[in-house]
Antibody, heavy 119, light 107 residues
Framework: EVHLVQSGAEVKKPGESLRISCKGS????????ITWVRQMPGKGLEWMGT????????KYSLSFEGHVTISADKSINTAYLQWSTLEASDTAMYYC????????????WGQGTLVTVSS | DIQMTQSPSSLSASVGDRVTITCRAS??????LNWYQQKPGKAPKLLIY???SLQSGVPSRFSGSGSGTDFTLTVSSLQPEDFATYYC?????????FGQGTKLEIK
């Protein structure tokens, strides 16, 4: 059975760094892209960026490029989303989701990681 | 980026009603359109992909149609568990933008 399991909730202060994770199981991790999706409190879904774990090719949304870094370690079937300098506006739920190649939907989602940034 | 616009933003309906949600893309996306359902505190769930294909395990009361720029999601007879927020998403090009969501509430 396919699972995407994300790391637990985080509470951080502005200016701190953070890395959250998404571990895939039950499928060939390098066959599917992992995309990160942000959901701010009470708001909709925002596509942040996507990575091909096979070769770590990454595509970012212009809205997020330069503020977050996406990476993956295929040896442990895990994708990451990281910030070097958190801001209060980064407070949100972050989901990872799996998709196949071009044109395919997100068929499996992680449970979400709540990131709270507050002084 | 392709802009996705859903209407209405919210909708009140009763159990047993037939409801339709519309999604419009700012440019043609062929049939690269997906629909998701999200309940409070939960991750989104794929309902419909490629505009009209029902995801495995999803009840047949859900259906999708459209191509090009205009798409619809229809629930033929609302059940209590269907009250949630629905999002369309285009997978034609990256970034795979989402609509703003339609909140379906009990009347």
């Amino acid at each position: 059975e396919v699972h995407l399991v994300q790391s637990g909730a985080e509470v951080k202060k502005p200016g701190e760094s953070l890395r959250i994770s998404c571990k895939g199981s039950g499928y060939s991790f390098t066959t599917y892209w992992i995309t990160w999706v942000r959901q701010m409190p009470g708001k909709g879904l925002e596509w942040m960026g996507t990575i091909d774990p096979n070769d770590s090719y990454i595509k970012y949304s212009l809205s997020f490029e330069g503020h977050v870094t996406i990476s993956a370690d295929k040896s442990i079937n895990t994708a990451y989303l990281q910030w070097s300098t958190l801001e209060a506006s980064d407070t949100a739920m972050y989901y990872c989701a799996r998709r196949g190649g071009t044109g395919t939907p997100f068929d499996y989602w992680g449970q979400g990681t709540l990131v709270t940034v507050s002084s | 980026d392709i802009q996705m616009t859903q209407s209405p933003s919210s909708l009140s309906a009763s159990v047993g009603d037939r409801v339709t949600i519309t999604c419009r893309a700012s440019q043609s996306i062929s049939t690269y359109l997906n629909w998701y359902q999200q309940k409070p505190g939960k991750a989104p769930k794929l309902l419909i992909y490629s505009a009209s294909s029902l995801q495995s395990g999803v009840p047949s009361r859900f259906s999708g149609s459209g191509s090009g720029t205009d798409f619809t999601l229809t629930v033929s007879s609302l059940q209590p568990e269907d009250f949630a927020t629905y999002y369309c998403q285009q997978s034609f090009i990256t970034p795979g933008t989402f609509g703003q969501g339609t909140k379906l509430e009990i009347k």
